[in-house]
């Protein structure tokens, strides 16, 4: 399994902005496959699907996060992105990237994941205040 690691979460105001980071501790190309990003807040014991990428560029949303957040990735620094924008309340989680997590690919977000597969993150806390 490769190495994930989340970093660029934090505390922000409603209507703020974050950009989180997820970086491959591999000298492959391992980011230019299907990587996706999930969310868990609590009491919740799933991780909920926000955002996902395939190996072709495609990208799917869910649809608490469509028009908000936007899915990237830069191949040649192995790092995926999550730029987060107008932020509410709600999207207050914990956030994990994942490798591979489900198949099809873009099913990620429309999926609760309770067992995970793949390679995951440690996850990223994001807070968001009103």
């Known amino acids: 399994q490769v190495q994930l690691m989340e970093s660029g979460g934090g505390s922000v105001q409603a209507g703020g902005s974050l950009r989180l980071s997820c970086v491959a501790a591999t000298r492959q190309p391992y980011i230019s496959g299907c990587m996706g990003w999930f969310r868990q807040a609590p009491p919740a014991k799933g991780l909920v699907g926000v955002a996902?990428?395939?190996?072709?560029?495609?990208?799917s949303y869910a649809d608490s996060v469509k028009g908000r957040f936007t899915i990237s990735r830069d191949n040649a620094k192995n790092t995926l992105y999550l730029q987060m924008n107008s932020l509410k309340p709600e999207d207050t989680a914990m956030y994990y990237c994942?490798?591979?997590?489900?198949?099809?690919?873009?099913?990620?977000?429309?999926?609760?994941?309770?067992?995970?597969?793949?390679?995951w993150g440690q996850g990223t806390q994001v807070t968001v205040s009103s």
């Open positions: 994942a490798a591979n997590p489900v198949y099809p690919c873009l099913a990620a977000t429309e999926t609760t994941v309770e067992h995970r597969v793949g390679s």
């Open positions: 996902a990428i395939d190996s072709d560029g495609t990208t």
